[in-house]
């Protein structure tokens, strides 16, 4: 039977198996400490992948279903001018939400540290470090990134043929295509293996070319620390002097509840639970929730939303023969009202009215997947034999698409909070997300539409759909709720992820972030990740 008792003498206890818990518990147990994880979700077997990549593709099976995401125990409520669907925006299980992502990962530029209390130099080293650890295949081709000293652990990989396609419309309006820093082995690296193209990394890598999480775990594993899965953690506790945690009480399968004691805690249970358990750990003395004496946990939550539009195109596209994106364009993110300037004209100034909020940066992307795959088109249609083959022939093969990502800023009132009338499995009241998204955001998906459809057009795109202010939605970048600063009255950690208001107790998350940028988040969670790691360790 499995022994989900506490660890006796545990110096670290870490919240949560998704990258930032497993990496911090890597860094830990190198440098000697005795670490354990309590990890609500189970373990999924490795060999298991390539039958939950076959349940990922036939349309009997939802796409939650693939990572279990969903059910009483993740039930959540939303309550903003926005519908926000968190269990598409998580994975709860070893390895945490990288089982499922799609393992983009760049560095946020220089512009985006202006208000936090550390800045890009600060997480120079640690960037570098978290991109040897993930694994990062990319190239130095992109003009806009911020400055870099190393070269990237493997090489990119190559643009893909519709890229190419992309590649003489942009020459012609001066737009820069680049790669993609992508966490995805392009040749064999640290025992997984090469990408072999099965064009299914989001929802499941069945190869494990696609970097996710559990291989820290593992890696952790054999450096000594201890993982207990299937073991939500309720609530934490303090001493009586309110300066130090004590304990973190946590269920298990038997009905059992336990409490694991630890010198320090790290919180790295993602931007949404780990706010939701400090207010879960409200105490006599912090009647508000744990490490809320500035009032901001759950507040400042922020997302990327999505941007995109495709069309046909009087030509082969070779769609989804990989699933992830080979070229990016960063060309707007420092300015997203620039223009630009080409043999063709360029791209417009941005043309919003006067009364209508400049636009924030905008990340944009050619996709390799746009329309069905053939697979799909099979296993949702009605037809058979040649009906079908006439069907698929005429339905793949031309489509082609952008997308691409803006940012929140932080409003206080997008947050997480506790909706107290529903309940999850063990009785506790569930995240309710209160979302909106405001006009700055919809100018800068406005902008990200008017320079994607001018580059489609320059094309010969026959554009038949656009996803903008109006119908978009969230990216599943889950930020800003347990906010970084200086100033201990509105933030809730400080440069060194500790909480100002607990002497031993650490954020490792997004949920740090005090802004949102519109870049993919996960290589800066990893990168800080490691430097909260280094601070605990400096302290034990
Ligand atoms: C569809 C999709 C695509 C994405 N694509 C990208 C991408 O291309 N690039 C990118 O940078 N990011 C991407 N992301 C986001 C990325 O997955 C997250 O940023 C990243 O996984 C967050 O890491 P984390 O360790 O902070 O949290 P998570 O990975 O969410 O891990 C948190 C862990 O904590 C556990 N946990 C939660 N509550 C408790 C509790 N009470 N007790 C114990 N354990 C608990 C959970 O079970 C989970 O395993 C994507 C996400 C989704 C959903
Ligand atoms: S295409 Fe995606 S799913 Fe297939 S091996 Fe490469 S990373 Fe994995």
């Not at 198996?17 to 190198?30: K, M, Q, T």
């Not at 295509?177 to 990394?201: I, K």
């Not at 930020?479 to 509105?490: K, L, Y």
């Amino acid at each position: 039977m499995t022994d989900r008792t506490p660890s006796e003498g545990a110096d670290v206890c870490i919240v949560g198996a998704g990258p930032a818990g497993a990496l911090a518990a890597h860094r830990l147990a190198e440098e000697g400490h005795d670490v354990v994880i309590l990890e609500a979700g189970e373990r999924f077997d490795f060999e298991d992948r390539q039958r939950r990549m076959e349940r990922a593709i036939r349309p009997a099976h939802g796409p939650l279903s693939v990572w279990e995401m969903g059910g009483e125990r993740d039930r959540f409520s939303s309550a903003g001018e926005w519908f926000y669907p968190l269990n598409a925006a998580r994975v709860k299980g070893v390895g945490g939400t990288t089982l499922h992502w799609q393992g983009m990962v760049m560095r946020f530029h220089e512009e985006d540290f202006a208000s936090w209390p550390i800045d890009y130099d600060d997480l120079r080293p640690y960037y570098a470090e978290a991109e040897r650890a993930l694994g990062v295949a990319g190239a130095a081709d992109n003009p806009y990134a911020p400055p870099r000293d190393e070269p990237y652990p493997l090489p990119a990989f190559p643009p893909s043929y519709s890229d190419s396609i992309f590649a003489e419309a942009c020459e012609r309006l001066g737009v820069t295509m680049h790669s993609v820093p992508n966490a995805r082995n392009s040749e064999g690296y640290d025992d997984r293996s090469a990408c072999v193209g099965y064009g299914t990394c989001k929802p499941v890598c069945p190869s494990g070319a696609k970097y996710s999480a559990d291989h820290h775990v593992e890696k952790a594993e054999e450096s000594g620390v201890r993982v207990v899965t299937r073991a939500p953690v309720q609530r934490l506790e303090h001493d009586d002097a309110g300066e130090r945690v004590t304990a973190a009480v946590y269920a298990t399968p038997d009905g059992e509840t336990h409490r694991q004691a630890a010198r320090e805690f790290v919180l790295a249970a993602g931007g949404v639970e780990i706010p939701r358990l400090l207010l879960l750990s409200k105490s006599e003395e912090y009647p508000d929730g744990l490490a809320n004496s500035s009032g901001a946990v759950g507040r400042y939550f922020m997302d990327h939303l999505f941007a995109g539009s495709g069309g046909t195109l009087d030509t082969e596209t070779r769609q989804n023969h990989v699933g992830f994106i080979t070229s990016e364009c960063h060309q707007f993110y420092d300015d997203p009202t620039r223009g630009t300037e080409g043999s063709a004209g360029g791209v417009p100034e941005w043309s919003g009215e006067k009364e209508e909020p400049k636009p924030d940066s905008i990340k944009l992307e050619f996709l390799n997947y746009a329309g069905p795959s053939p697979v799909e088109m099979a296993l949702t249609g009605e037809e058979f034999g040649d009906d079908l083959l006439d069907t698929l022939r005429e339905g793949y093969g031309n489509s082609i698409a952008m997308g691409g990502l803006v940012g929140q800023r932080p409003r206080k009132e997008n947050r997480i909070t506790l909706d107290s009338s529903t309940t999850d499995d063990h009785g506790n009241p569930v995240p309710e997300i209160h979302w909106r998204v405001d006009a700055r955001t919809k100018s800068s998906l406005r902008r990200a539409n008017e320079i994607q459809h001018r580059i489609l057009d320059e094309l010969g795109v026959d554009v038949s759909w656009t996803v903008g202010p109006e119908s978009t939605g969230p990216a599943f970048h889950h930020m800003g709720t347990t906010r970084m600063g200086s100033n201990s009255e509105e933030s809730v950690v400080n440069a060194q992820l500790r909480t100002h208001d607990l002497a031993n107790l650490s954020v490792a998350s997004s949920s740090v972030f005090r802004t949102s940028g519109a870049l993919n988040p996960t290589l800066t969670i990893a990168a800080l990740s490691l430097k909260m790691a280094d601070h605990v360790d400096e302290r034990l």
